[in-house]
């Protein structure tokens, strides 16, 4: 009966450790990281790109960025080449100029001069710092890698990110702010 009691005791005593929301844990980490992705959500879900279309790109600067959303039919381009005079020095060079324009698809997910898909979701916690006192304050520095998850089935970028944060030990558990 004792050793029943005392196992009940143990048990009932890990499982207390283990909710701790003040425990610097991989899991108290990821939920306080999940809360603040998705207050934040547009700074890690949408592409900005201003109101400005169609977009010249005449020097090729802006092809590496927009060349995915062309790939998945958001924006249309259409290529010119253009005779490029060199000044006194010399010469000329033929360049390639870049317009690109919404299609319509691309129409209908453009809103207040961005595109946003999906919910950002923490997949992994690499590692952390341990809990030090900063200030007064014990705080702790966490390398985590999120995934979008809730995209269009079109939506092909899908690509995992890494993302560092400080959180800060409060009297109710961890916190970004």
Not at 120 to 140: L, R, W
Request: aromatic share 16%.
């Amino acid at each position: 009966m004792k050793k029943q009691l005392f196992g009940a005791i143990i048990l009932a005593f890990a499982l207390f450790a283990c909710s701790d929301p003040k425990a610097a844990t991989k899991e108290n980490f990821e939920v306080v990281i999940n809360k603040y992705l998705l207050e934040n959500k547009d700074s890690y879900t949408c592409s900005f790109f201003g109101n400005k279309f169609p977009f010249v790109d005449e020097f090729g600067i802006r092809k590496k960025d927009f060349q995915e959303y062309v790939e998945l039919g958001l924006f249309k381009e259409e290529k010119e080449e253009k005779l490029l005079k060199l000044g006194i020095f010399g010469g000329d060079k033929v360049v390639q100029i870049s317009t690109y324009d919404l299609t319509d698809l691309g129409k209908e997910h453009f809103k207040d001069g961005k595109f946003c898909f999906g919910t950002p979701k923490v997949a992994e916690i690499i590692n952390f710092t341990e809990p030090a006192d900063f200030m007064g304050q014990k705080v702790t520095e966490v390398n985590y890698k999120y995934k979008l998850k809730n995209v269009p089935e079109w939506y092909k970028i899908d690509a995992m990110k890494e993302g560092r944060i400080v959180l800060v030990l409060m009297n109710d558990g961890w916190s970004y702010k």
